[in-house]
T-cell receptor, first 115, second 114 residues
Framework: GDSVTQMEGPVTLSEEAFLTINCTYT??????LFWYVQYPGEGLQLLLK?????DKGSNKGFEATYRKETTSFHLEKGSVQVSDSAVYFC??????????????FGKGTKLSVIP | EAQVTQNPRYLITVTGKKLTVTCSQN?????MSWYRQDPGLGLRQIYY???????DKGDVPEGYKVSRKEKRNFPLILESPSPNQTSLYFC?????????????FGPGTRLTVT
């Protein structure tokens, strides 16, 4: 079945540092890829997405490029802020048969940004 | 405001006492889903619904039931809760089931079963 592997956390960075959270996937077919963010005490929010190979998703200074050759979708941000402290989930959505599309999540990476 | 709502947000109950967690969306979405989130395991899908009267099992359906009688509502039912169902539960919806459409999540329901 489909799976998503993302780097284990927690990750602690100083403000203005560069962020990379690695994400690789295994899927049949042509999945869409997503990054969701979960702020403390809240539900998940879509951060960015890419629906085909070589697409770059971007939002709020975060970027991720859909790399089919390496089956990766790494999340990057050039300069993190304290307000970026959250748990980040990589996910893929692919066809799972009988007209259904299943969303598969990684285990999440907790990011803490210190002033 | 477009949103997914869940109730209750917090619930403490005892083993075997039936409970229902409600989920409602106001975006006219066809697809709805329930997940549970556990430390170290990420989010796992419990059940999903492609449309009214169309539900199917996800990865961890044991001990749960759902129904989809109306497009906007997708309640999660625990007929006889057990302590291993203590978890954080999220309802989500998307316009359609297509892979390119993102899911919108509710705020979560934290359930404790003693």
């Amino acid at each position: 079945g489909d799976s998503v592997t993302q780097m284990e956390g927690p990750v602690t960075l100083s403000e203005e540092a560069f962020l990379t959270i690695n994400c690789t996937y295994t899927a049949t077919g042509y999945p869409s890829l997503f990054w969701y963010v979960q702020y403390p005490g809240e539900g998940l929010q879509l951060l960015l997405k890419a629906t085909k190979a070589d697409d770059k998703g971007s939002n709020k200074g975060f970027e991720a490029t859909y790399r089919k050759e390496t089956t990766s979708f790494h999340l990057e941000k050039g300069s993190v802020q304290v307000s970026d402290s959250a748990v980040y989930f990589c996910a893929l959505r692919s066809y799972s048969g009988a007209g259904s599309y299943q969303l598969t999540f990684g285990k999440g990476t907790k990011l803490s940004v210190i002033p | 405001e477009a949103q997914v709502t869940q109730n209750p947000r917090y619930l403490i109950t005892v083993t075997g006492k039936k409970l229902t967690v409600t989920c409602s969306q106001n975006m006219n979405h066809e697809y709805m889903s329930w997940y549970r989130q556990d430390p170290g395991l990420g989010l796992r899908q419990i059940y999903y619904s492609m449309n009214v009267e169309a539900t199917d099992k996800g990865d961890v359906p044991e001990g749960y039931k759902v129904s989809r009688k109306e497009k906007r509502n997708f309640p999660l039912i625990l007929e006889s809760p057990s302590p291993n169902q203590t978890s954080l539960y999220f309802c989500a919806s998307s316009l359609v089931a297509d892979s390119s459409y993102e899911q919108y999540f509710g705020p979560g329901t934290r359930l404790t079963v003693t």
